[in-house]
């Protein structure tokens, strides 16, 4: 048999495209809550967008419900290079890029649109860039929504309602400033702990939004929601950095559009569960209030020691930056 040089031009071709097919590279995908929830069907619309931009150069493999570990194990994963990328709330970042913890501060945020003003523009974005400097890749930010305190005690409508209340915190300084000074006995704790410990009554509530409230099923073990909104949590899609600098220009853009798309579906599932989450909590049986604005203030006045100490880790500036975003 002879061979043309056109022949073999077409079997070099196809050859150079086949290649990156065959060395398909996998991408283990850690999350903390299920694949129903928010960061399941944002994991799963980074997964599409990614496969319909880079064809079969990636396998997503998904581990949902803390399959790999805590948030903050996962992102030391990370770090190392041992995963390649996870979905974290934002509670868990300040441990890596201290910055972060700013969007933890309790009432900050007047709404989901402030919110989600305020990261989508620069002070959000230049957060999210120092990640770089910590072995980490920021490559959006998505969201839970604001948090809100379920315990089995009492219900909550003064700060002398949480007092003593042992309530879970994430590992977390600036969520534990601000329960110890309303008065609570506050117990940081990593998320996979949480349910058993609630059933076994070591505490008697924890704080999420109705994202993770619904999507876990949390009134299977807690009777109270209080909708206190004291907290907006932003989430962050993140990839290693030893992962993204192995990356081509062309695959950083796939990366990025996939993991825009899939900040949009967190940010539409969370849109979903605000409007339903509080109806369908009740049909299963807690037993909801929602902080008047009076009640909403004196929570917001038990807290000022805390902001003091705000100002001070993160500047006044800054604070009030974002207080004062439009
Ligand atoms: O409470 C937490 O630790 C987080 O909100 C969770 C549920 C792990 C989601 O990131």
Redesign the pocket.
């Known amino acids: 048999m002879t061979y043309t040089f056109r022949t073999l031009a077409c079997a070099g071709a196809f050859f150079a495209f086949s290649a990156p097919a065959m060395a398909q590279t996998e991408i283990k995908l850690g999350?903390?809550?299920a694949e129903d929830?928010h960061?399941g069907v944002a994991a799963k619309t980074f997964e599409e967008v990614l496969k319909a931009e880079t064809g079969d150069a990636f396998t997503v493999t998904h581990f949902p419900s803390?399959g790999l570990g805590?948030?903050r194990e996962v992102i030391e994963g990370l770090q190392i290079g041992t995963i390649e990328a996870t979905?974290?709330?934002s509670?868990?970042l300040a441990n890596f890029v201290p910055e972060t913890g700013v969007f933890d501060i309790p009432f900050l945020f007047n709404g989901f649109d402030h919110a989600r003003a305020v990261l989508d523009g620069p002070i959000g974005q230049g957060i999210l860039a120092k990640f770089d400097n910590v072995g980490l890749h920021g490559l959006a930010w998505g969201e839970?929504g604001f948090?809100h305190i379920t315990n089995n005690r009492n219900a909550i409508h003064t700060p002398a309602d949480v007092a003593g209340l042992k309530i879970?915190?994430?590992?977390n300084p600036v969520h534990l400033a601000a329960f110890n000074a309303m008065g609570a006995a506050p117990t940081p704790?990593?998320?996979p702990e949480?349910i058993s410990s609630l059933q076994q009554g070591v505490i008697d509530g924890?704080?999420?939004?109705l994202s993770?409230i619904v999507s876990?099923k949390l009134n299977e073990v807690q009777k109270y929601l209080t909708l206190s909104g004291h907290v907006y949590?932003p989430?962050m899609l993140l990839v290693s950095k030893p992962f993204w600098d192995g990356l081509t220009d062309d695959q950083k853009a796939a990366f990025d559009k996939a993991a825009t798309a899939a900040a949009a579906a967190m940010r539409g599932y969370v849109d979903n569960v605000e409007t339903t989450g509080v109806e369908t909590l009740k049909e299963r049986g807690m037993e909801v209030n929602a902080l008047s604005t009076e009640e909403k203030a004196a929570f917001q006045s038990s807290i000022a020691s805390a902001y003091e100490d705000y100002y001070g880790t993160y500047g006044k500036d800054l604070v009030e930056s974002i207080v004062n975003f439009e």
């Open positions: 999350y903390a809550l929830s960061y803390s805590g948030e979905i974290v709330s509670g868990t839970q948090r879970r915190t994430m590992e704790m990593a998320w949480v924890q704080e999420n939004p993770v876990v949590s989430a």
